[in-house]
């Protein structure tokens, strides 16, 4: 602005000024400890009225660790493939590292009986094909094999995204599924995978949905599910 460079200062809530963060990759980084609340200042030498007690600022945001809340291992890197996830309210979003260790921010649909949408996204899996994706709102994930996208998912964690209801991760080559920590799954929906012979659930669940067709399991013991 009139050749004069606009300047970001952090401050805490208190009003310190904070410099201890990092900027990769589009991933804000900040060296405080979880649920400290930062605000940050812009000022201008074109605009000096907007300078000191008057600078431009932002609200409080509160730091967050971040948490991993799916983690999607392929076969393959290199190739595009497609998620579909739907929201438990409106407004979510979900940040994805194909691989890369950058983040893309994508806005996701929110699910409810009446008007069930779903949020298809596109990318192309990089590095050794892990995809990590962070989010606390998912309700509804998809990662199943389409042959538009051939590449198969070897392994999922989901162990982190407790907000999980529907799960689909058909026709791929995943040999083991854990699900002791998402008590509130309902649906899964894990068929075709010819090597999956063994899944695991929360001691007290919700699921009522379970296609296991043309996997590899010779028995099954589904106890804990009633």
Not at 20 to 43: P, Q, R
Not at 44 to 51: G, I, V, W, Y
Not at 88 to 101: H, L, M, Q, S
Request: charged letters at 15%; aromatic letters at 12%.
């Amino acid at each position: 602005v009139c050749e004069n460079a606009t300047v970001y200062t952090g401050y805490t809530a208190e009003g310190e000024e904070f410099t201890g963060y990092t900027v990769e990759g589009g991933k804000f980084v900040f060296d405080v400890e979880a649920d400290t609340e930062l605000y940050c200042t812009m000022t201008n030498a074109s605009f000096d009225k907007f300078s000191g007690t008057n600078a431009l600022a932002t609200t409080n945001i509160v730091v967050k660790n971040l948490t991993p809340a799916i983690i999607v291992k392929h076969a393959e890197a290199n190739i595009e493939r497609q998620f579909t996830f739907s929201a438990t309210e409106e407004g979510a979003k979900v940040f994805i590292d194909w691989g890369n260790g950058e983040l893309q921010e994508y806005a996701i649909a929110y699910y409810n009986n009446w008007d069930p949408y779903q949020t298809t996204i596109n990318g192309t899996i990089l590095g050794d094909g892990t995809v990590t994706i962070y989010g606390d709102k998912i309700h509804m994930f998809d990662c199943s094999y389409s042959a538009s996208y051939p590449v198969k998912v070897t392994d999922i964690d989901v162990s982190a995204c407790a907000t999980l209801y529907d799960l689909s991760c058909y026709t791929n080559e995943i040999t083991s599924l854990d699900f002791t920590s998402n008590a509130a799954l309902a649906k899964v929906y894990a068929n075709g995978n010819s090597a999956l012979n063994s899944i695991t659930f929360a001691a007290e669940n919700a699921i009522t949905t379970l296609d296991l067709n043309d996997c590899g399991f010779t028995t099954l013991d589904l106890s804990s599910c009633t």
